[in-house]
């Protein structure tokens, strides 16, 4: 199923294979809206994944797919981007050349947003691609299901453990570190880097983010897995 998304205010073209959607996609949004009508509240999951599976992609379908089909309760993707502290005060720490791992990123200000999802009336930020900071407030959360993703929400290390228990499901994507290797230096090369500078950015912040999340993440409740044609699988571990 070829379909086109807004993700992170870009326009962008992707397909799905009509049996993922069937076997996977569809029965997960169902499981979604059912555990949404029992709760009668605000349903959060947590969708993590290390760089290059293409979570923010898949997520931006699972909101198309709820909204078009009435059987399914909407859900909303909220990226978890909008936390990364401001570059004045990356640059006052010394964390501008490493953006994007944990360290980066306002914890305490991700924890008191996740809680204030409980709450009618939510906003969340978002990161501004042009900018490259947070907008504060961007996103109106409106939606009964709200799909957070990014790639720390299960980080297992001090500060971030305690951030499981403020979500009703949470999901994890694995892949294989040599496809996500491949799949990311060639991003790079697609934005304007040399096939070297790829690689340097690749073995300076990618590569170390990719195990990091698939080293040292916590068990989610749902595993699924990057097929090799790019779609997704229920995970056997």
């Not at 944990?102 to 978002?126: H, I, N, V």
């Not at 961007?138 to 297992?156: D, K, Q, R, Y």
Request: proline share 7%.
């Amino acid at each position: 199923m070829n379909v086109t998304l807004t993700i992170n205010g870009l326009t962008t073209q992707a397909c799905f294979p009509r049996k993922d959607i069937d076997q996977l996609h569809l029965p997960l949004l169902q499981h979604f809206s059912a555990l949404h009508r029992q709760q009668n509240r605000h349903l959060i999951v947590f969708l993590v994944a290390p760089p290059g599976t293409g979570k923010s992609t898949l997520s931006a379908f699972w909101q198309k797919l709820s909204c078009e089909m009435p059987e399914l309760v909407p859900l909303q993707t909220l990226p978890m981007d909008g936390f990364h502290h401001r570059n004045d005060w990356l640059d006052a720490h010394g964390l501008r050349q490493r953006k994007g791992t944990p360290e980066t990123f306002d914890l305490a200000k991700l924890r008191d947003a996740l809680l204030a999802l409980r709450k009618p009336g939510s906003r969340w930020p978002e990161y501004s691609r042009t900018l490259h900071e947070p907008v504060e407030e961007a996103i109106s959360v409106t939606a009964p299901v709200l799909i957070v993703e990014g790639n720390w929400l299960l980080l297992n290390e001090p500060g971030w453990a305690s951030l499981s228990a403020l979500c009703d499901v949470s999901i994890f994507i694995e892949a294989d570190p040599d496809i996500l290797h491949r799949r990311l230096v060639e991003r790079k090369i697609r934005g304007g880097l040399s096939p070297q500078q790829a690689e340097d950015f690749y073995a300076m912040t990618d590569g170390p983010n990719v195990m990091r999340v698939l080293e040292h993440s916590q068990l989610a409740d749902i595993r699924l897995k990057m097929a090799t044609d790019n779609g997704y699988q229920k995970s056997d571990l």
